[in-house]
């Protein structure tokens, strides 16, 4: 018996135990480590929320609530998710939180479960204008369950068409607005959206995972003043671990928990509970506000950049954390740009643009963002020489050695997971 008071993940250990596997956790920190990582979805998690990931926590079945558990042995898990619930409410001005949806996805399916029936109708934003496969793809639940009326953004400005929304709402009165988008750049007015549900009597949904983490460091208004419910992923620009959650009015707490369980899931993941509990910690910290500042200062910077190559920023630029870019002036696909990127150390993913000409597969267009950089510590500087170097990637595959040396060059002055959270 050592003397440590803590037990907690030991890489040697596995190192031993299992070679191949922990070859794996190596080659992916390497592979994290060694290129600009651009998913606009992604970031990376503090050590402190990898200490509780690793944690003891992942052995306990704690179906229920705290205090209302279904199992023996949940006063020391109660703590943690009564912490996490406790500044969830805090970080977000919430009436109510639940900390236990497993994803994104998750907590969209508990919310529909908590306001809709099957059959009902819903108003969301179109999956080829930006909104997410749980906004009523066909070949999602939320499609195939719900009849689903799509609004778009306008072909002009590229920016949410906010009278299509009033005429379909109008016309069709769903019993559910959802506003939120995975691939939109600009600002969602959700007090537009709530004047809207409430002149048609429906409920307001705003899936917020992809902006949460702005609105957690007060860079961007909130949704959580006007939607009766915001669901929200904790591992984007949140910067904690991969899960869901979900804050709503007082009035709808009690379905909504009663949908997360025991309708949409089994036990709560108490290991990602706690990690969650950490990573708002985090976010409520004075640095938080500074750090979500910063990533959009970045996401401007990059979409200048990419702009001055003559690749054109949807609706023009960006508010947020991320941009849209149109090739199509470039001649090269985003499949075939996302290629050209990885072989220069750039990660970044192909994405449709509203009114793409070319399959989802193909796209015309590429998604970047700026959590993970702007966690490394880059300046808008960097971040817009990041965006020069996508350019000569796109457009040259023959120059990726050349970028690849300018990228390690950024990432030995901003390596990931040693600066400062
Ligand atoms: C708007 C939106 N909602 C929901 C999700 C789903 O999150 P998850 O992948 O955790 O299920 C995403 C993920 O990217 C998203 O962008």
């Known amino acids: 018996m050592g003397t440590e008071p803590y037990y907690g993940p030991d890489f040697g250990l596995l190192r031993r135990q299992d070679p191949e596997l922990a070859q794996v956790l190596l080659d992916e920190l390497d592979r994290e480590r060694g290129g600009v990582q651009l998913?606009?979805?992604?970031?990376f998690a503090s050590p402190a929320v990898l200490a509780a990931l690793g944690s003891a926590l992942t052995n306990k079945y704690a179906e229920g609530y705290p205090g209302r558990r279904y199992y023996g042995g949940c006063e020391v898990v109660d703590r943690a998710e009564r912490l996490a619930v406790a500044r969830a409410r805090e970080l977000f001005g919430a009436e109510h939180a639940n900390v236990q949806p497993h994803s994104g996805a998750s907590a969209n399916l508990a919310a529909y479960a908590a306001l809709l029936q099957p059959g009902d109708t819903m108003l969301a934003m179109a999956l080829p204008h930006g909104g997410h496969l749980t906004h009523g793809s066909k070949v999602n639940f939320s499609g195939r369950w719900f009849d689903v009326v799509p609004y778009g953004v306008r072909r002009d400005t590229e920016l949410i068409d906010l009278d299509e929304v009033r005429d379909l709402a109008l016309r069709h009165r769903p019993k559910l607005i959802v506003c939120g988008a995975t691939a939109y750049p600009r600002l969602i007015d959700y007090a537009v959206f709530r004047g809207i549900a409430d002149e048609v009597g429906a409920w307001l949904l705003a899936d917020a995972a992809h902006p949460i983490g702005l609105m957690a460091g007060g860079a961007i208004p909130s949704a959580v003043p006007y939607a009766d419910v915001v669901t929200f992923t904790t591992h984007k620009a949140l910067r904690g671990p991969r899960g869901g959650a979900i804050v709503c009015t007082a009035e709808l707490a009690g379905r909504i928990d009663r949908a997360v369980f025991p309708f949409v899931q089994g036990g709560p993941l108490m290991h990602v509970v706690a990690a969650?509990?950490?990573?708002f910690g985090e976010a409520l910290r004075p640095e938080f506000a500074g750090y979500a500042r910063r990533v959009i200062d970045?996401?401007?910077a990059l979409a200048g950049a990419l702009a001055a190559e003559g690749m054109r920023p949807v609706s023009g630029g960006t508010d947020t954390h991320l941009a849209l870019v149109d090739l199509r002036g470039t001649g090269v696909?985003?499949?075939e740009a996302e290629r050209r990127c990885a072989?220069?150390?750039?990660?970044?993913n192909r994405n449709v643009i509203p009114y793409d000409p070319e399959p989802p597969a193909v796209t015309s267009g590429i998604r970047v963002g700026t959590p993970c950089v702007?966690?490394?510590g880059m300046e808008p500087q960097e971040v817009a020489e990041i965006g020069a170097l996508v350019a000569a990637a796109v457009r040259d595959p023959g120059v990726a050695?050349?970028?690849r040396e300018r990228v390690s060059a950024l990432l030995a002055i901003h390596p990931p997971y040693l600066s400062e959270y």
């Open 39 to 43: 998913i606009a979805s992604e970031n």
């Open 276 to 279: 969650k509990a950490v990573a």
């Open 298 to 300: 970045n996401a401007r």
């Open 333 to 335: 696909s985003g499949a």
């Open 343 to 348: 072989a220069a150390g750039i990660t970044l």
């Open 374 to 376: 702007t966690t490394q």
């Open 401 to 403: 050695g050349k970028v």
